[in-house]
Every structure is written in structure tokens, then in C-alpha cells.
């Protein structure tokens, strides 16, 4: 009884040992079958096998890209898009003062020119204000009595006459313009002589009054101050004729357009006023 059951025990041992090989064998041997296609069965099953995870691992990878360049790199694009704005604000803010300051330098220039040619000493005055609309007409300087200015002062600028001083205090002046409708001067026509009186209007163009019928007055002759009414030096540019043509009565309508630009007046040349010239 014992002698049999040996050769079954080593029987059922091998039958243990030849299974597990059996199996190794057929899974060799499964590695080397091809589909129709020619493609290793074995690649096929790993490959659909691992198909998910690369899926998966894509999709990740799109993710984390498309948060970049829709956030990340967005944010610091947006971020330097303003610092590059910001700069050229700052360049457009620059430039433009050095133009300002330019165009400053060549109005500053025509009165020093125009301060050498006269031969009273003038002061140089930077408006400060202007009158509201239905005072208009009045503009106001930075310098006053304490500078020797006094009423009756002719105000000038680069382009020629703009009024005269009306109210003084230490540090500012008040200029009554010639286009205001209270304001007067004594001119002439300069290639006549012929004298007269202009008048402001309140408007942009002044009426030349006092010139007869007779005078050969034609569009485009200059206006000068002609020193008659004693607050106005003789011989000052005043404005162009726009208008002329014989009136009603004796004496002709003429229309004249200041040389000074009223409402772009930034700097003035202040002269002494009548009792102060020399």
C-alpha cells in the first residue's frame, strides 16, 4: 500500500510542475501570433490595453497648456500690455509738453525781439484768467503794480496790440482787449496815413471809424496805432483790413481784423503807461 502511493505522490508533483510550464509555453507562443494584419497580438492587446492612459495623459497635457496660454500667459501679457501703454502715455505726456514748451520759446522770443525794437522797456506778463463769456473781452497777467505797471499800460503781443491796463493790484493786471465793446484806439491807415478811430464790437473784428468816403481805403491795408489818443505809442501793428466800402453818410464802413489772436493770448509785453515813459 505504501509502495503504490510513492509513484502517485511524484506523479501528482509533476503533473504540478508541468502545468505551469505548459502555460508559459502557450503564453510564449501567444507572443509570436499575428492577426491577419500582421500585427503581434500581443502588441495589439497592450497597445489597446495602454490606449486610456495616453488619452488621458493628452488630455492632461492639453489642459495644462491651454491654462498657459489662456491664463498664465495671458495675465503676463495683459500685465505688460499696460506697463507698455503706461509708457507710451508717458512718452505722449512728454512730448507734447516739449512742444509746449517750444511754441512757449518762439512767442517769448517774438517779444523779447519786439522788446529790443520799441524803445520803451517793457514787462513781460503770462495770463493768468480770463473773464467769463459775458464779460469777455478782459484777460489777466501775473504782474502788477509791484512791477511798475499802472493803468493805461499798453499790452502787447508777438503779433501786435492786445489792450490796455484798466485795474492793477501788486501781482496781477486787468486787460481791457480792443476787441472789447468799451475799448478805443487811435490808429491810421499805414499806406494813407489816413487817421481815425477804432473801435471794438465784442466780436473778432473792430470797426474803423472817422475815414472819409474820399480815402482810397482798400481791403487788406495794415492798421497802426497812430499815438492821437495818448495811451498807445505811434506806429504799433494793430490788425488788417477785412471790409471796406463807402457808407451812407461821409464817411466809410470798415471792418478790421485784429493781428493778435485774442483767444490764444498766453504771454503779453506790458509798456509803460503814459506818465512813465521817457
Known amino acids: 500500500m505504501s509502495i503504490e502511493f510513492a509513484p502517485k505522490m511524484r506523479e501528482g508533483r509533476l503533473v504540478y510542475v508541468l502545468i505551469p510550464l505548459l502555460i508559459l509555453n502557450l503564453a510564449l507562443i501567444s507572443l509570436q501570433i499575428e492577426d491577419p494584419a500582421g500585427t503581434i497580438l500581443f502588441k495589439k492587446a497592450v497597445f489597446f490595453a495602454s490606449a486610456p492612459f495616453f488619452n488621458l495623459s493628452a488630455g492632461v497635457s492639453r489642459g495644462a ?38 511754441e512757449e520759446n518762439t512767442r517769448l522770443r517774438r517779444l ?9 522797456r517793457g514787462i513781460a506778463a503770462h495770463v493768468v484768467g480770463r473773464a467769463p463769456n459775458y464779460l469777455s473781452n478782459l484777460l489777466y497777467v501775473d504782474r502788477g503794480s509791484s512791477s511798475g505797471i499802472v493803468v493805461d499800460s499798453p499790452a502787447l503781443s508777438g503779433d501786435g496790440v492786445v489792450g490796455r491796463v484798466i485795474l492793477t493790484s501788486p501781482h496781477n493786471s486787468q486787460i481791457q ?11 491810421m491807415v499805414e499806406r494813407t496815413r489816413s487817421p481815425g478811430v ?11 471809424n472817422y475815414i ?5 481805403i482798400e481791403a487788406g491795408d495794415v492798421v497802426v496805432s497812430s499815438g492821437l489818443d495818448g495811451i498807445y505809442p505811434k506806429g504799433l501793428s494793430v ?10 453818410t461821409v464817411f466809410r464802413v470798415i471792418q478790421v481784423a485784429p493781428h493778435a489772436d485774442m483767444m490764444r493770448i498766453e504771454e503779453v509785453l506790458i509798456l509803460p503807461g503814459p506818465s512813465k515813459r521817457e
Not at 112 to 120: E, N, V
Not at 212 to 216: A, F, K, L, R, W
Open 65 to 102: 497648456n491651454y491654462l498657459w496660454r489662456n491664463y498664465v500667459w495671458l495675465y503676463g501679457a495683459r500685465q505688460e500690455n499696460l506697463q507698455l501703454k503706461e509708457a507710451l502715455q508717458q512718452l505722449s505726456l512728454r512730448e507734447r509738453a516739449l512742444t509746449q514748451a517750444q
Open 239 to 248: 490788425g488788417r483790413i477785412v471790409e471796406s466800402y463807402k457808407g451812407k
Open 212 to 216: 472819409s468816403n474820399t480815402e482810397p
Open 112 to 120: 523779447l525781439d519786439m522788446r529790443i525794437a520799441l524803445p520803451y
Open 177 to 187: 482787449l480792443i476787441t472789447n465793446a468799451d475799448a478805443s484806439i487811435g490808429v
Open 198 to 208: 477804432l473801435r471794438g464790437s465784442g466780436n473778432d473784428l473792430l470797426s474803423l
